[in-house]
């Protein structure tokens, strides 16, 4: 499951919690991929670990220490992503990429579904794969959010992405 978290303030809209992915958690073992788009995402990540989330994925754009960020998710026991919006270069992640277990790239801006798909955001995948494979990363997912459909997909496949989320 891909379990969306929006706070109103980092996107324009208000999604689900920790009481249901709580809820979540007592009725499947399925693994939970929690997408953090929210400001200050650091008060957040205990008590979503301490949910059952089993991937804290957090934006780079937020994270004021994202070092700090992603080593404290690692401490608590979830997989560890970071996602980048489409205008932000996956450069910026060259100094945490080595400690990450998935790189989110958003193909819409956050905060609403059924956007249109931003064909240049999709093409960060493959430049988020060049980097993981430069580093020697062989085991980072590369993942793409937003506007994913049957047109998309393959597309988004192709350019590097190896786990795609659908609304």
Do not use: C, W
């Not at 978290?5 to 689900?16: A, C, E, F, Q, R």
């Not at 200050?40 to 754009?61: L, R, Y």
């Not at 958003?106 to 988020?128: D, L, S, W, Y």
């Amino acid at each position: 499951f891909h379990f969306d978290v929006m706070d109103g303030h980092y996107v324009p809209n208000l999604s689900i919690g920790i009481p249901v992915l709580e809820a979540l958690r007592r009725v499947t073992d399925a693994f939970i991929d929690v997408h953090l788009m929210i400001d200050n995402p650091q008060v957040f990540i205990e008590p979503f670990a301490g949910a059952g989330a089993d991937m804290i994925t957090i934006h780079q754009e937020v994270s004021t220490h994202l070092h700090r960020d992603v080593n404290e998710i690692r401490r608590l026991g979830p997989k560890v992503g970071v996602a980048l919006n489409p205008s932000t270069p996956p450069e910026t992640l060259s100094e945490v990429l080595p400690e990450l277990d998935l790189v989110l790239v958003m193909t819409v801006n956050p905060g609403f579904g059924g956007q249109a798909f931003i064909e240049a955001a999709a093409r960060k995948a493959t430049r988020v794969r060049a980097q993981a494979d430069e580093a020697g990363l062989d085991e980072l997912h590369v993942q793409v959010d937003g506007g994913i459909d049957a047109r998309t997909a393959p597309g988004a496949a192709r350019a590097g992405a190896d786990v795609l989320v659908a609304g």
